[in-house]
Antibody
Framework: EVQLLESGGGLVQPGGSLRLSCVASGFTFHNYAMSWVRQAPGKGLEWVSAVSGDSASTYYADSVKGRFTISRDNSKNTLYLQMNSLTAEDTAVYFC??????????WGQGTLVTVSS | SYELKQPPSVSVSPGQTARITCSGDALPKKYASWYQQKSGQAPVLVIYEDTKRPSGIPERFSGSSSGTVATLSISGAQLEDEADYYCYSTDSNNKSVFGGGTRLTVL
């Protein structure tokens, strides 16, 4: 059974940093691209970032490019999202997703990031 | 920037067919996927590559695509299908985009 468990969310001040983690199980982690998708309170889904299975390729939404960094440690079956220079617009639930064979075919339960002073 | 447009809301009576549309200029050349999100839960993939249904998704869920419009159909809608539905695709540069979401009410 595929399981994705996010952690690392919390309250952070504007301009601060946070690192999210997602531990994966139930599939061969290094074979699959992974993504982060976020959802602001009461709003729709927004794709944030993706990384290939071998970490060779990374992709970012324009809204986070230059501030967020996606990475993975295949030895630990873990996906990360380093978030810097956070603003109130980054307040959201962040979901970790497995991206193949279908886009976002499995989702974690999400971790809430709140940016506020 | 590229947009996928969905109606904000759709209502259907139990047992009727619900249809939710998603329009985007790149859809003639790009696949669409659909996600169901019930209140307080993570999204669930219900349709991918326009028409394919993942294992475990009821047969009443189906997808189609014609020109610039992809459609999610739920035949014989049930109360448990009440949820927000999001379409997803990519633009001509393979940038990921979600539609704004459609709230399906079954009453």
């Amino acid at each position: 059974e595929v399981q994705l468990l996010e952690s690392g969310g919390g309250l952070v001040q504007p301009g601060g940093s946070l690192r999210l983690s997602c531990v994966a199980s139930g599939f061969t982690f290094h074979n699959y691209a992974m993504s982060w998708v976020r959802q602001a309170p009461g709003k729709g889904l927004e794709w944030v970032s993706a990384v290939s299975g071998d970490s060779a390729s990374t992709y970012y939404a324009d809204s986070v490019k230059g501030r967020f960094t996606i990475s993975r440690d295949n030895s630990k079956n873990t996906l990360y999202l380093q978030m810097n220079s956070l603003t109130a617009e980054d307040t959201a639930v962040y979901f970790c997703t497995k991206d193949a064979p279908a886009p976002f075919d499995y989702w974690g339960q999400g971790t809430l990031v709140t940016v506020s002073s | 920037s590229y947009e996928l447009k969905q109606p904000p809301s759709v209502s259907v009576s139990p047992g009727q067919t619900a249809r939710i549309t998603c329009s985007g200029d790149a859809l003639p050349k790009k696949y669409a996927s659909w996600y169901q999100q019930k209140s307080g839960q993570a999204p669930v993939l219900v349709i991918y590559e326009d028409t394919k249904r993942p294992s475990g998704i009821p047969e009443r869920f189906s997808g189609s695509s014609s020109g610039t419009v992809a459609t999610l159909s739920i035949s014989g809608a049930q109360l448990e299908d009440e949820a927000d539905y999001y379409c997803y695709s990519t633009d001509s540069n393979n940038k990921s985009v979600f539609g704004g979401g459609t709230r399906l009410t079954v009453l």
